[in-house]
């Protein structure tokens, strides 16, 4: 069963920590991101990667990095968490091109607290 | 960034009912995708649809693509407490890359037994 792991599914980090949120997949997909959810703001895109080593600054990356020196690992770093990360987070990959219908493969979320 | 505007927002609704929500763009999409997201998981596609006017079934939930191309439907005919959960819609078109989708903001649905 092809799948997309989020390292952790609860996470409680003090403020000014560094924190890593780490995402593995297993279907060899180029594209990979992270998404913060919000209620009643949806889905917002922080980073994402097309290839190993390449990143692009989604609409929300301030406060946060990213990481890929693996096809398969995308791993979300917050330089020093404030209140204000407190969200769920998401990781999700695909395929390149049109030929490759299917969207987004999602993980289960990490909800993060920082207190 | 641009986000779809999806409504209704939330809807509580009785066991065996019929629930209808939209997406609407203001850009022409040529694929439109619909995600269940379960309490506490991440989200599972449901639909795809690829060209106008399509009409796609899954079980007991039908999705249109709008002959505009900048909308989109779900209906959940008969509605169980196992639907609830947030509905997204993510659609994708030329101007914004091949590979990366807008997402709606989200339906919450929360059936009454």
């Known amino acids: 069963d092809v799948k997309v792991t989020q390292s952790s599914r609860y996470l409680v980090k003090r403020t000014g920590e560094k924190v890593f949120l780490e995402c593995v997949q297993d279907?060899?997909?180029?594209?990979m991101f992270w998404y913060r959810q919000d209620p009643g703001l949806g889905l917002r895109l922080i980073y994402f990667?097309?290839?190993?080593?390449?990143?692009e600054k989604g609409d929300i990356p301030e406060g946060y990095s990213v990481s890929r020196e693996k096809k398969e690992r995308f791993s979300l770093i917050l330089e020093s968490a404030s209140t204000n990360q407190t969200s769920m987070y998401l990781c999700?990959?695909?395929?390149?091109?049109?030929?490759?219908?299917?969207?987004?493969?999602f993980g289960s979320g990490t909800r993060l607290t920082v207190v | 960034g641009q986000q779809l505007n999806q409504s209704p927002q939330s809807m509580f609704i009785q066991e065996g009912e019929d629930v209808s929500m939209n997406c609407t763009s203001s850009?022409?999409?040529?694929?439109w995708l619909w995600y269940k997201q379960d309490p506490g998981e991440g989200p599972v596609l449901l639909i795809a649809?690829?060209?106008?006017?399509e009409l796609t079934s899954n079980g007991r939930l039908t999705a249109q693509f709008g002959i505009t191309r900048k909308d989109s439907f779900l209906n959940i005919s008969a509605s169980i407490p196992s639907d609830v959960g947030i509905y997204f819609c993510?659609?994708?078109?030329?101007?914004?890359?091949?590979?990366?989708?807008?997402f709606g903001t989200g339906t919450r649905l929360k059936v009454l037994a």
């Open positions: 999700a990959s695909s395929t390149s091109g049109f030929l490759s219908p299917y969207g987004y493969t």
């Open positions: 279907m060899d997909h180029e594209n």
């Open positions: 990667s097309y290839d190993v080593k390449m990143k």
């Open positions: 850009s022409i999409f040529n694929t």
């Open positions: 649809l690829y060209k106008a006017g």
């Open positions: 993510a659609g994708r078109s030329t101007t914004s890359g091949t590979y990366k989708y807008i």
